[in-house]
T-cell receptor, first 116, second 112 residues
Framework: ETGVTQTPRHLVMGMTNKKSLKCEQH?????MYWYKQSAKKPLELMFV???????ENNSVPSRFSPECPNSSHLFLHLHTLQPEDSALYLC???????????????FGQGTRLTVV | DQQVKQNSPSLSVQEGRISILNCDYTNSMFDYFLWYKKYPAEGPTFLIS?????DKNEDGRFTVFLNKSAKHLSLHIVPSQPGDSAVYFC???????????FGQGTRLTINP
């Protein structure tokens, strides 16, 4: 496996379900991200993890709960979602250099989530 | 506050001609700029980047131009091919930042 891998690719869940999205990166990066892309909207940054520490949470509702056990794995735990949460959820990884900042980000294929 | 703006939601170009995608930014601290290409239901893929110390970077059919005084960058694709039809995002970051800031995207359609 190379690059950034997301599972599952498609997910349909009811509003009372609990599910998790998984992301794994094989690039040796130290930062991982969750993005949301809704129809006809720009990419929305949800969470940033740097060396498995959460460094940014862009006012994301608590029904989305991220987990980063190590620099290679990132999860997004979902519970009691709403239909308007239906979107493409993208994971990305990059390298953050101490002084220079962030390198180019590499994205996974995304999980197409439908909440019914 | 949209720091990176792509004011054209869509662009249609004839196959073989030049495609020019534009991006403006407001944050003068941005020093690294990138272009991504995205097909439907897939993640964006990195295309090309440019540092603020340069004004041009070329990679095959893709060239990115940076005009720092105008806070403007553009992506030129020549010649355009049908497989270039996709949504293109520009992104930027500043020194020491932990994230990229993305524009809204421009949908490019290459017509045969």
């Amino acid at each position: 496996e190379t690059g950034v891998t997301q599972t599952p690719r498609h997910l349909v869940m009811g509003m009372t379900n609990k599910k998790s999205l998984k992301c794994e990166q094989h690039l040796g990066h130290n930062a991982m991200y969750w993005y949301k892309q809704s129809a006809k909207k720009p990419l929305e940054l949800m969470f940033v993890y740097n060396f498995k520490e959460q460094t940014e949470n862009n006012s994301v509702p608590s029904r989305f709960s991220p987990e980063c056990p190590n620099s290679s794995h990132l999860f997004l735990h979902l519970h009691t979602l709403q239909p308007e949460d239906s979107a493409l959820y993208l994971c990305a990884s990059s390298h953050i250099f101490a002084h220079y900042g962030v390198s180019e980000a590499f994205f996974g294929q995304g999980t197409r989530l439908t909440v019914v | 506050d949209q720091q990176v703006k792509q004011n054209s939601p869509s662009l249609s170009v004839q196959e073989g001609r030049i495609s020019i995608l534009n991006c403006d930014y407001t944050n003068s601290m941005f020093d690294y700029f990138l272009w991504y290409k995205k097909y439907p239901a897939e993640g964006p893929t990195f295309l090309i980047s440019i540092s603020s110390i340069k004004d041009k970077n070329e990679d095959g059919r893709f060239t990115v131009f940076l005009n720092k005084s105008a806070k403007h960058l553009s992506l030129h694709i020549v010649p355009s091919q049908p497989g270039d039809s996709a949504v293109y995002f520009c992104a930027a970051s500043e020194e020491g930042a932990q994230k990229l800031v993305f524009g809204q995207g421009t949908r490019l359609t290459i017509n045969p």
